[in-house]
């Protein structure tokens, strides 16, 4: 499944964004059975799990964006939403967002396929 992020673009220092993921039309009807999750990749680094949120609504966050970042879904809408706030240069790079599989935070893998992420940028 290839989930779309959308949402990225040019911030200053301290400011907000909020990036949205949205499941494909063949992937709705399943969608809120689904835990999710965001991830960010700047270049020459792996990719890095930055949030989770459960069906239920559980969250679970990196120590890196703890405090600063928010995941929150809408199953009406299928989709998963991602508060950037407090935003620093450090955060410039490309999110994604994905399905996740496994029982805990340490054992959470993305599923296979990853769709088309979207850019933010920080300016200092």
């Known amino acids: 499944v290839q989930l779309q992020a959308s949402g990225g673009g040019l911030v200053q220092a301290g400011g907000s964004l909020r990036l949205s993921c949205a499941a494909p039309?063949?992937?709705?009807?399943v969608f809120w059975n689904y835990r999710i999750g965001w991830y960010r990749q700047a270049p020459v680094k792996q990719?890095?799990?930055?949030?989770?949120?459960?069906?239920?609504?559980?969250?679970n966050y990196a120590d890196s964006v703890k405090g600063r970042f928010t995941i929150s879904r809408d199953n009406s809408k299928k989709t998963v939403y991602l508060q950037l706030n407090s935003l620093k240069p450090e955060d410039t790079t490309v999110y994604y967002c994905?399905?996740?599989?496994?029982?805990?935070?340490?054992?959470?893998?993305?599923?296979?396929?990853w769709g088309q992420g979207t850019l933010v940028t920080v300016s200092s």
């Open positions: 039309r063949t992937f709705t009807s």
């Open positions: 990719r890095e799990l930055l949030a989770a949120i459960s069906s239920g609504g559980t969250t």
């Open positions: 994905n399905v996740l599989h496994g029982s805990n935070w340490d054992e959470y893998r993305a599923d296979g396929s």
